[in-house]
């Protein structure tokens, strides 16, 4: 007899189930309609959501279940309804098929029949259901619910007449943005999705509720009636608002980008996407968008031709004499950090940098791939954060994080801020900037104390003298015992006037515990600027150094004054260099007052180019939107400059050949731009010492406003009018403001500046906290620096 085909094992944690006469092995505990699903077999859902709890409401995914040989007594949904073995299930049959179009007639009772002037037409759910499983005529004639609209803020549109009641909109508050800002008010005909008390929404992944509903009850409040879904067109793109680099669709109709959507990406940002990576596209339309090239004649800037104003620019660049810096917005391309770097050294400088809040520089930072990539964090046991709000600096790194915290991870934080975080954390130390540093070195000192020894003899000298009480050696056996820890540094240590110090402890308590050390890139591109060598190599100026004493010629690449440490120097640079070319996308009052030549260059969504995220995954984009007037890819431009100046690789014509370029000169650039050796870069500079205080003064805690970190961002009106974005202020601690006779709105001197006064026990005593980003106080010390208050 022949033998026979064995009949493949199957697992341990899996069972067989037919559904539709197909034989399937699923996982256990599994539901029925996520093993449909792997199956590619087709279940009507509007409540069910894979990356959402399930909830059941909605009844739309009925089917005809069988187990032993009966049939259950009615049909079940298939979202709640876990597998089992030997378990038959039919979506087509006849009692499958009418429980779904039973369900669909009683979801329209109350539907109104509006869709063609719902913004959700041809991109709907409900639309497309009813096709499939709705009546062509209703057999209702009483009157529909109406239901009151609530105003949800300046990003979501809401038309609450249209919801079915899915919840889908409140398990991503809940579960996703952990705010739990919208739940189910009344019961059974009477329900209803809200807010209850009609505030705006707080949270800065709101826009994800547009995404999940299945019918037009909330929709994206800027795009409104601007189009129909089917006169865009999708065009791959990513988020440059932080270092996530979150995947996403941009809609463009005739050229003009109108709105993004997420783009699956499991390793980046899975299908959510943050509010500003959403809705920052309005800020390319601002109204001082620069358009025209321009250069100074007799004192006033002009409009001209490209190739008068490249040969401008050239001739004054010509006669520099190797005095001339470039200050480089960290959302550039690295195709552009290339050639920008490749032009500066061209003409003999090495005064070129990306880190524009960088404070200091005494260990020459520069930007890492995380240790343990984005994906991975919420797997990881223990998470120790300093100085950092990652719900503020990269949203979706937020999110991950909670999940792991939601899987019984603990989390701690050292911080100058007790930033409002959306999950429990294990414990936390709140120091102002002065003893941030101290924090952090105890821990150091306690990871000592566990028998790990400092590679850097500076480190070692600043923990001798000092103690570590049970809290440290605690956190340190709890980093060191978890199967997977992590440690982030985030922008309030990175930006922080003593930031080597803090930098430095981190790293060692990281190694001491086998836990992975991830530092948060400050900008879009930070990494890939750093790869590209957009940083000064030995002899060359940093960002600080060019700052203090600019440079006679200075360049600035998509750059503001908001976008440094330091407002009033930069402008002062800019204001008394003898030539300043302002390569970038908007031209300012500042630009408009200061700049010699103004080149206008296209942002992220309008070029090609590719980004570094903080993976160190390169990401490739192309251009999705026209440019604006006679604006150009930057790249062009620099490859047109650099030709009038008669330098050396600049003869390409694609941006492949730059790519071509880059991939020749990586190692050498590698080597080449960091002016420490290895070993320096992973110890702090003997001479640096952590800062402090004057005493009777106050210090600066300076966080970047989440809606004012880059040009584009201030220009975009809808977050411009978020809650999240205040307006300037100075926060103090109740306790220091009743010192001063300060109370709650009262209005202050603030180192010559007048600010209201904000109360909030979240500051430490000794602190004041002033968002960076604003115009108002650009004039202010900066992060860490004394602050004079007074009543005003």
Partial sequence: MSAQPAAPAVPPDHVTVEI??????????????????????AIPRFCYHDKLPIAANCRMCMVEVEMGGKPMPKPQPACATPVADGMKIQTQSQRALSAQRNVMEFLLINHPLDCPICDQGGECELQDLSMGYGRSVSRFVEQKRTIPDEDLGPLVETEMTRCIQCTRCVRVMADVAGTYELGGMERGERLQIGTYVGKPLMSELSGNVIDVCPVGALT?????????????????????HDALGSNLWLHTRRGEVLRAVPRDNEAINECWLSDRDRYSNDGLRAADRAQKPMIRRNGELVETTWAEALAFVADRLRQAGGDVGALVAPLTSNEEGHLLAQLLRGLGSDHIDHRLRTLDFADA?????????????????TILLVGCNPRHEIPLLNHRIRKAAR??????????????????????????????VDALLALAKAANNAGHLPESSALAQAIAGLAADASTQALIKQLADASASVVILGESAVQHPAASWLRAAARFVAKATNSAYNEIPAGANALGLSRAGVLPRA??????????????????????SQDTSAPAAYDHARSTADFHVYIGAYACKGVQRTAHAVLPIGLPPEIDGSY???????QTLAAA????????????VLRALGSALSLDGFGFTEIDEVR?????????????????????????????TPTSVLAGKFARIATTAIYRADAVLRRTPALQAHPLNRSACVTLHPEDALALGLGNGANARVSGVALPVELSTRVPRGGAWVEAGHAATASLPPYGGALDIVKA
């Fill in 365 to 381: 930072p520069v930007a890492t791939p995380f240790e343990m990539p984005v994906a991975e964090i919420e797997k990881a046991k």
């Fill in 660 to 688: 071509a370029q880059m991939a020749a000169a990586s190692a050498g650039a590698a080597s080449a731009a960091i002016p420490t050796t290895m070993a320096q870069r992973q110890g702090i500079a003997a001479e640096a």
């Fill in 539 to 560: 002899g060359g100026r940093d960002a600080a150094a060019m700052l203090a004493k600019p440079p006679k010629h200075l360049i600035v690449y998509h750059a503001g």
């Fill in 625 to 636: 939107a026209k440019l604006p007037g006679d604006a150009r890819p930057g790249w062009k």
């Fill in 20 to 41: 539709d006469g197909r034989s399937l092995v699923v996982p256990k505990n599994s539901m029925i309609i996520q093993a449909a699903d792997k199956a590619g077999i």
């Fill in 407 to 436: 899987a019984g991870a603990k989390v701690y934080a050292i911080n100058p801020l007790d930033f409002e975080f959306n999950f429990e954390l294990a414990g936390k130390t709140i120091a102002a900037p002065h003893a941030l």
């Fill in 612 to 618: 570094t995220n903080l993976d160190g995954s390169v």
């Fill in 220 to 240: 994206n409040k800027p795009f409104r009636f601007k189009a129909r879904a089917w006169e865009l067109i999708a065009r791959e793109s990513i988020g440059y």
